[in-house]
């Protein structure tokens, strides 16, 4: 290029043009960097923000990102609840600020106008705290905008910077898109709290429930339960999801989740464990939006104490029965009986002793009656007796001067065996008789069912143990049917008989043991399939011990 024509560009200002574009091309390339760090960082900001953080933890993640993208030296998150506006977090946390918003503060008018602002930090009370001397020179800009969840105002977002001016329009449009995110994660969190916290309170519940529960899918899989089941039921427990059935827990039938899936309906199936122990567990039916089984709670409830409660109550009531219709027996025999034992002993007197022997056979079983009848009453007591001393052996006299005769009928023999000089034992004489008498009536009912050459009972005592830990043993021992081994855990429990329906209601041994550990004692059980069994009564002695002489045990 000549001279003339340099000299003619720069007459014309072809130069300076060429300047001014690259250098306006230069700030729009910068501006441009610059808006997609802000998007990147904003974006990043996003993924790094998670549903569980706290408030405070969401205001220093933020904190950490943002001078890259515009200057930053202080941000904080204002709470509006109802009249009050309030700074709840803040970053750094120890920048000082006030963190109660005064109704003077330049910061209410940010939510009046709905929009992201610049403030002037040297003229607002909030920032001019006199905690920190000569405050409003920490920071000489301010940008703050307004956070709304679904429409409605919750709070302000405030972005401070030591740099006078250092927000323009472009920055407070950032800011702006910048509280809108913060607010859909303050939202998130606030939502996810609060699920979490009723998932709490739920799983709290659900565990502090002390019978077992489980919550089960129509395939068996166990979704959720409170580490309640006992340790002696997990296997069977354990089997039972595995074949996919709990009908093998109820002895069969239809298994409950299928019926649970055909009517929809809460059902209750009772289940008597290998260990006696009876569970009432109760189906609860989890139905999806079209009504269709997605799942299922299970409650399982031990109610065998319940049970036996039960059956002593019913035996109770029996009892009480018994005892009125006893007490009329007793008054209608009495008075015959007295007449004709009054009578036979005058007619004695006034006959020889050879002639009055035939009377003495009248007097002896006039009196055996009205020993029968007091007996009978004493055993059918409506009044709970209370525990005193007692003599076990004379107990066994009264029972089999009762039962003897209906067992004897049935070609049985009973054997006494019955240890002399006993200690006494502290005990309730009357529940005594009826554990014996309920052991005697079982041994007759499992003879009943044997051919044998001889059918024999044999009722005995026996001292065991020495001192503190000694005890007395009452014994009915039988040569009937036996018991099966599998069956042997069962039998205690309530409602629980062999028998057939119209001879036995499954509440004698039920009853029975209820007494013996109501006494501080057990019953025992040895028994042979086809040779016989043996039940024990145990009861402890008492505190002092007193050995009775021969001639007192004897019945």
């Not at 001279?3 to 700030?27: F, I, P, R």
């Not at 006696?276 to 104490?305: F, S, W």
């Not at 019913?314 to 009986?337: C, D, F, I, R, T």
């Not at 007494?515 to 016989?532: D, Y």
Request: glycine share 6%.
């Amino acid at each position: 290029m000549n001279s003339k024509e340099k000299l003619l560009e720069q007459l014309t200002g072809v130069d300076s043009s060429k300047l001014n574009y690259y250098v306006e091309l230069k700030q729009r390339n910068q501006e441009v960097l610059k808006q997609n760090s802000r998007l990147e960082i904003l974006q990043q900001l996003t993924r790094d923000l998670n549903i569980d953080m706290s408030f405070e933890d969401i205001v220093e993640r933020a904190f950490r990102r943002l001078p890259a993208a515009l200057p930053c030296d202080f941000l904080g998150l204002a709470n509006l609840s109802g009249e009050t506006l309030t700074l709840t977090s803040v970053a750094p946390k120890d920048f000082p600020v006030s963190y109660r918003i005064a109704s003077d503060s330049l910061l209410w008018s940010v939510l009046t106008a709905g929009k992201a602002t610049t403030c002037d930090p040297c003229r607002d009370p909030a920032f001019a705290t006199p905690h920190a001397p000569d405050s409003s020179c920490l920071l000489r800009s301010l940008a703050v905008a307004p956070l709304s969840e679904r429409g409605n105002l919750t709070g302000l977002l405030l972005l401070g910077s030591r740099q006078a001016g250092a927000y323009t329009p472009a920055e407070l449009n950032f800011v702006q898109h910048l509280a809108d995110q913060l607010a859909i994660s303050m939202q998130n969190a606030r939502l996810y709290e609060q699920v979490s916290r009723a998932q709490k309170q739920w799983e709290a519940t659900f565990k502090a429930v002390t019978d077992p529960i489980f919550l089960i899918d129509t395939d068996y899989h166990v979704l959720q339960h409170n580490d309640r089941l006992p340790v002696e039921l997990s296997d069977v427990w354990r089997e039972a999801l595995a074949e996919r059935c709990f009908a093998r827990l109820h002895g069969g039938g239809d298994c409950p989740l299928q019926a649970l899936k055909r009517h929809g309906q809460p059902l209750c199936r009772r289940w008597q464990t290998d260990s006696g122990r009876l569970l009432d567990l109760y189906y609860y039916p989890v139905l999806d939006r079209e009504g269709q089984l997605n799942a299922a709670t299970i409650l399982m409830k031990d109610v065998t104490e319940r049970t036996k409660l039960q059956a002593q109550l019913v035996q109770s009531a029996k009892l009480a029965a018994l005892g009125e219709m006893a007490a009329g027996v007793a008054h209608e025999l009495n008075s015959p009986m007295t007449v004709i034992l009054g009578t036979a002993q005058l007619l004695a007197r006034e006959l020889a002793p050879e002639e009055a022997e035939p009377l003495e056979d009248i007097v002896n079983c006039s009196r055996r009656c009205k020993e029968i009848v007091q007996n009978l009453l004493t055993f059918s007591r409506q009044d709970r007796q209370p525990a005193v001393a007692i003599d076990l052996n004379a107990e066994v006299a009264r029972v089999l001067s009762l039962i003897r005769y209906q067992i004897n009928r049935s070609q049985i023999r009973i054997v006494e065996r019955l240890q002399p000089g006993l200690p006494t034992v502290t005990a309730n004489g009357s529940q005594i008789q009826q554990v014996l008498t309920n052991l005697l009536v079982n041994a007759r009912d499992a003879l009943a069912s044997v051919t044998r050459e001889e059918k024999c009972i044999e009722v005995s005592t026996v001292l065991r143990g020495e001192g503190a830990a000694s005890s007395v043993v009452l014994s009915v021992l039988d040569n009937g049917c036996g018991i099966a081994s599998e069956e042997l855990t069962k039998i205690f429990a309530p409602f629980y008989t062999s028998k057939e329906a119209a001879k036995g209601t499954g509440l004698g041994l039920s009853v029975s043991l209820g007494i013996a550990e109501s006494h501080g004692g057990t019953l025992e059980v040895e028994s042979r399939l086809g040779r016989g069994s043996r039940f024990s009564l145990i009861l402890p002695l008492t505190a002092e011990v007193a050995p009775r002489r021969d001639e007192d045990s004897r019945p």
